[in-house]
């Protein structure tokens, strides 16, 4: 089984620059997620999808941040203009949908390393 | 307000010895916990979970400790490798969903030494 597929891997830019990052979740996975993981801490949800529709977005920085998941498949992150607090690594997950007890982990792809100048 | 805690920031073992890695949480609506392995330049990897309705769940070298009454889980390494040597993220599901989102600790640097 594929895993959760991120690019590109490493994106520098200038502040104020715009910046998109594009993940492509397992399939079948029904739910997809973004977080924000800045140096020393942990992964920070930004944004959770369910199918096409967004879950949850309350830490999401909507002057600056969107994100879609068109057709609820691949989605993209979009950051404009970036700002030097935006230097992460910005980690898509995804997982499917239980409908009985058992085992909820998320699987992550292995990330896209935003430096901003 | 950070609701999993990882009050260690790094630990430091002597291989074949036990790794022990703590997390405190303070959301009572969390029913799930997880344990996440991280490389450098990796995204995290899942290691190891438990649901609320068990305080021991083991696989292999690896076993989680839930301690509802007191909020907190550890993971116990047995016996070490120099290959367990990663970032180990705490993270925690609430309410029961199929679809929750996943809240992280800030992470504990392990380093087993050979």
């Known amino acids: 089984e594929a895993g959760v597929a991120q690019s590109p891997r490493y994106k520098i830019i200038e502040k104020r620059q715009s910046v998109a990052f594009w993940c492509n979740p397992i399939?079948?996975?029904?739910?997809l997620y973004w977080y924000q993981q800045i140096l020393g801490q942990g992964p920070k949800l930004l944004i959770q999808?369910?199918?096409?529709?967004?879950?949850?977005d309350s830490q999401l920085p909507k002057d600056r941040f969107s994100a879609e998941r068109l057709k609820g498949v691949d989605s993209t992150l979009k950051i404009q203009p970036a700002k030097l607090e935006d230097s992460a690594v910005y980690l898509c997950?995804?997982?499917?949908?239980?409908?009985?007890?058992?085992?909820?982990?998320?699987?992550f792809g292995q990330g896209t390393r935003l430096t901003v100048v | 307000d950070q609701q999993v805690k990882q009050n260690s920031p790094s630990l430091s073992v002597q291989e074949g010895r036990i790794s022990i890695l703590n997390c405190d949480y303070t959301?009572?609506?969390?029913?799930?916990f997880l344990w996440y392995k991280k490389y450098p330049a990796e995204g995290p990897t899942f290691l190891i979970s438990?649901?609320?309705?068990?305080d021991k769940n083991e696989d292999g070298r690896f076993t989680v400790f839930l301690n509802k009454s007191a909020k907190h889980l550890s993971l116990h390494i047995v016996p070490s490798q120099p290959g367990d040597s990663a970032v180990y993220f705490c993270?925690?599901?609430?309410?029961?969903?199929?679809?929750?989102?996943?809240?992280f600790g800030q992470g504990t640097i392990l380093t087993v030494h050979p």
């Open positions: 997950a995804s997982s499917p949908i239980r409908r009985s007890a058992g085992r909820r982990e998320a699987f």
């Open positions: 399939s079948g996975h029904a739910t």
């Open positions: 999808f369910q199918n096409n529709g967004v879950v949850d």
């Open positions: 959301n009572s609506m969390f029913d799930y």
């Open positions: 438990i649901s609320s309705i068990k």
């Open positions: 993270a925690a599901l609430a309410g029961g969903t199929s679809y929750g989102k996943l809240t």
